[in-house]
């Protein structure tokens, strides 16, 4: 089993569409989680850190389930720059970030 | 602020030879990783460099060897290239501390022919 699992997807969505992305992770002792968007052949951005508490950024929110174990971002308002691939990524506390294999995101006009 | 820059952007090199990657962290940024990005995967983790010593390791084999300098610039080798380390190589900088998100340079795309 992966240490964090993501929906390849891609999830084809018009403008102005909401969407939502989860991820789970096998390691309970994991201690930080971020959302990084990365655009095709390009590096990976950080797109928010995932609080215990969830937390908004503007139309993107992200909760954290520490009970289950798993990870969501939504997208409110789909813009055409939204399309790209989103990387959950988990910090295990072995000095390394863990991510998925991401979740391809295709907004459409 | 001066972001992290990486260099080479490209590199094409043949089964056997060595190479060797740069990265410059972003300024106050002490703590550096390296990760490895096959296409259609997520970054692997590499290692990890705090104050010129290596802090933490991945799944990589010992041909995988890096440094980190003083002023926290930090290199990346690998000997003895194989076909499947054709990839992209991204440095990421960040303070330290488990919290603290790690901020990524363009990155090098390696090919191995």
């Known amino acids: 089993r992966k240490e964090v699992e993501q929906d390849p997807g891609p999830f084809n969505v018009p403008e102005g569409a909401t969407v939502a992305f989860n991820c789970t992770y096998s390691n309970s002792a994991s201690q930080s989680f971020f959302w990084y968007r990365q655009d095709c052949r390009k590096e990976p951005k950080l797109l928010m850190s995932?609080?215990?508490s969830g937390n908004e950024d503007g139309r993107f929110t992200a909760q954290l389930n520490r009970a289950s174990q798993y990870i969501s971002l939504l997208i409110r308002d789909s813009k055409l720059s939204d399309s790209a691939t989103y990387l959950c990524v988990v910090h295990t506390g072995r000095r390394a970030l863990t991510f998925g294999s991401g979740t391809r995101l295709q907004v459409q006009p | 602020e001066t972001g992290v820059t990486q260099s080479p952007t490209h590199l094409i090199k043949t089964r056997g030879q060595q190479v060797t990657l740069r990265c410059s962290s972003q300024s106050g940024h002490n703590t550096v990783s390296w990760y490895q990005q096959a296409l259609g995967q997520g970054p692997q983790f590499i290692f990890q460099y705090y104050r010129e010593e290596e802090n933490g390791r991945g799944n990589f084999p010992p041909r995988f060897s890096g440094l980190q300098f003083p002023n926290y610039s930090s290199e990346l080798n690998v000997n003895a290239l194989e076909l499947d380390d054709s990839a992209l190589y991204l440095c990421?900088?960040?303070?330290?501390?488990?919290?603290?998100?790690?901020?990524f340079g363009d990155g090098t795309r390696l090919s191995i022919l």
């Open positions: 990421a900088s960040s303070l330290a501390g488990i919290n603290q998100p790690q901020h």
């Open positions: 995932v609080y215990s």
